[in-house]
């Protein structure tokens, strides 16, 4: 018992070297593996080489013929995608029309050529002249001419291309060609106004009412108006008491609220009425105001004799929707800001203006004019 205690404690002594004498041990034998493996992989790999090296072409007289086969590319590439061709229903012609094919002038070579290639890749021969194009020839009878259509990146030879629009302005290729407009370019395309009509014109009363007026030290006056408009809260039609001096817009700019109308001037003692309770006529005045270009007159606390317009427009593009328009408000089309400065229910016609650019466009039942 005492014999193995002093063995046992003899090792426990030197555990700490013993695990040391180990872990070389361990290092040193995976460090003569992996040089021997490497060793070994290099020798394999160098061994593999010397055999492609001794390899020898079984035909060593053919010519290398990659460069010439890429030349083949662009034929696949139509046969994989062939052009689509227009099925014409006045030719007596199958639904499944072949597209034009070109070969190689040379008998003996007969490569498929792209229609303008001037020369041969495969054999080198030049080839003939491109033919004269027909003035306006049109492959596909999409009312788009060949030369049109390749200018702006269009296919001659499917007529599926017309009704399309590439530049997403809301109009298609064909339409661009009619108007002589880019196809390719958003911002370029016919006035949006030129594709409305009229749908319904309504004549209302106007909405305001001439109640009063005072003088002011500076010698003009401040009148007050009677305001009827539909409250957005609400939906309901609501009144409003505004008081506006000569010259300025009639809005009251912190309920923002916008008439669309200018108070031009009062003219004093205007209108001869008779007083009710003396049977004497007095005189009273009357305010001027405007809306564009067409004025107005009020008589004091009289109900507007004229009248004001709500128009229904139909537009014939986007999403073919319609609009209502206030008579006396501007609204946008496309990126243009109009306002309606005639109107006439009877006729159903409605002239609109645009004053960034003055022009003017009519509106019918039937279409717009300028």
């Not at 030719?91 to 029309?97: A, D, I, L, P, T």
């Not at 109308?261 to 003692?269: A, I, Q, R, S």
């Amino acid at each position: 018992m005492a014999s193995n205690s002093g063995v046992g404690s003899g090792l426990l002594g030197h555990y700490d070297k013993l695990v040391a004498v180990a872990g070389l041990v361990f290092l040193g034998v995976a460090a003569f593996l992996f040089v021997g493996g490497r060793a070994t992989t290099e020798s394999e790999t160098q061994t593999f080489r010397g055999k492609i090296k001794r390899l020898t072409p079984a035909n060593p007289d053919v010519p290398d013929v990659s460069a010439k086969i890429a030349s083949y590319a662009v034929p696949m590439s139509r046969v994989a995608k062939p052009v689509q061709i227009a099925n014409d229903r006045t030719k007596k012609v199958g639904f499944f029309v072949p597209e034009m094919r070109v070969w190689c002038v040379r008998n003996d070579c007969r490569f498929p050529l792209a229609p303008d290639w001037t020369k041969c890749p495969l054999c080198g021969t030049e080839q003939n002249a491109k033919p004269v194009e027909t003035i306006n020839a049109d492959s596909d009878g999409d009312g788009m001419p060949d030369e049109w259509e390749r200018k702006y990146d269009l296919n001659p030879q499917d007529s599926a291309d017309a009704e399309l629009d590439s530049d997403e302005d809301g109009f298609t290729n064909a339409q661009e060609y009619a108007d002589g407009t880019d196809p390719l370019d958003a911002k370029s395309h016919r006035d949006f106004a030129t594709l409305l009509r009229v749908v319904k014109v309504e004549a209302t009363v106007l909405p305001l009412k001439f109640t009063g007026a005072s003088r002011m030290p500076n010698g003009k006056y401040k009148c007050q108006f009677n305001y009827t408009y539909e409250n957005p809260v609400s939906k309901r039609r609501d009144l409003i008491t505004l008081w506006v001096n000569e010259g300025d817009a009639i809005d009251n700019p912190s309920m923002k609220i916008q008439t669309g109308f200018k108070l031009v001037k009062l003219n004093e003692d205007a209108e001869e009425v008779e007083n009710k309770s003396t049977g004497m006529k007095v005189k009273v005045p009357t305010v001027t105001i405007s809306r564009g270009e067409k004025t107005f007159t009020l008589s004091q606390d009289k109900v507007a004799n004229d009248t004001d317009y709500i128009i229904t427009i139909a537009k014939d593009f986007g999403d073919k929707g319609e609009i209502t328009i206030d008579g006396g408000k501007d609204f946008k089309i496309g990126d243009k800001v109009y306002r309606v400065v005639k109107a006439d229910k009877e006729a159903m016609k409605v002239v609109i203006r645009c004053d960034a650019d003055k022009s003017e466009v009519t509106l019918t039942r039937d279409g717009a004019s300028k």
